[in-house]
Nanobody
């Protein structure tokens, strides 16, 4: 069974940091590009960061560039999102997504940055 399980979300104060993890199983993780999306209530889903299957290329939304870092460990079948200098505008449900011939989605993890 294909599964993507996010963890690491929670409450954090402005300026703080969180590290999200997404553990993958049930498919050949190393074949898949990985992405992090986020969605706040009433707003469209936004692509936050992406990384190619071997980790050789990364891309970021302008709103998080310089603050967030996506990485992956293919030996552990895990993709990460390090989030620094968080602001209330980063509050959203964060989703892990695997992209290849088929696309797979995690259930999401809530990140709340308080004022």
């Amino acid at each position: 069974q294909v599964q993507l399980v996010e963890s690491g979300g929670g409450l954090v104060q402005p300026g703080g940091s969180l590290r999200l993890s997404c553990a993958a199983s049930g498919f050949t993780f190393s074949n898949y590009a990985m992405r992090w999306y986020r969605q706040a209530p009433g707003k469209p889903r936004e692509l936050v960061a992406g990384i190619t299957s071997a980790g050789g290329s990364r891309n970021y939304a302008d709103s998080v560039k310089g603050r967030f870092t996506i990485s992956r460990d293919n030996d552990k079948n895990t993709v990460y999102l390090q989030m620094n200098i968080l602001t209330p505008e980063d509050t959203a449900v964060y989703y892990c997504m695997a992209r290849f011939i088929y696309d797979y989605w995690g259930q999401g993890t809530q990140v709340t940055v308080s004022s």
